[in-house]
């Protein structure tokens, strides 16, 4: 079966928003340093926070071979990591992704993105608080992507927890940009006692891998 990576709609797409990515986002990103929670969201609020080509590639083959069921990300941003999952459940003809963001504009441009690449009909896109939106979702999650406020990584594991199927994915990105906010989650998914099977994958920014046992 082909994938819909190759559709010229959609590589369009996702070669126009990487592009796009790659003059935004570093400058940027590399104004974060020390700043305050108020002061990075204010500085993110204007970035792409974009996944490399390579993990989309890989983010859409997880996808495309997790059990059938929901994909869940919180953090949209302009879309790009969710067309690489929506990609992935046209292709394999079952489920849905559900995804998550906080700010009104980048939701309007998300949108208008997923409509673009021709996947709208795939993705359910919630605009809000994550610990708001995705409170009801409460069973057949196979795939679950962090990609939001790191601060609220674990959380929000905890709170999606129950929604899990077992052997559901789990992956947390950025490991390498938000070393120290990161490290409770980190420490919650290789805990054993905590029901994962954790494993980093040194793509991007740096990944955590992690099955529900």
Known sequence: MASSLNDPIVSRVLGALHSNADAVDPP?????????????????????MAIAPDVG???YSLVRA?????????GTSLGISTIYCAAAVRDRGEGSVITT????????NARE????????DHVEL?????LKTLR????????????GWKKLYLPMLQ?????????????ADDLDLFPQLLQPYLAYVRNPANGYVSVTVPLGDSMELSVRA
């Open 126 to 130: 919630r605009e809000g608080d994550a």
């Open 28 to 48: 940027l990103t590399s104004q974060v340093g020390e700043r305050s929670d108020d002061e990075m969201a204010h500085v993110l609020d204007h970035a792409y």
């Open 113 to 120: 993105n997923f409509r673009e690449a021709g996947l709208l």
């Open 66 to 74: 997790a059990r059938t069921g929901t994909v869940v990300e919180f």
């Open 136 to 147: 009801d979702v409460s069973s057949g999650v196979t795939v679950l992507f962090l990609d």
């Open 159 to 171: 709170m999606l927890e129950p929604a899990l199927e077992p052997g559901a994915i789990v992956i």
């Open 57 to 59: 590639r890989f983010l």
């Open 101 to 108: 963001e906080l700010n009104p504009s980048k939701v309007r």
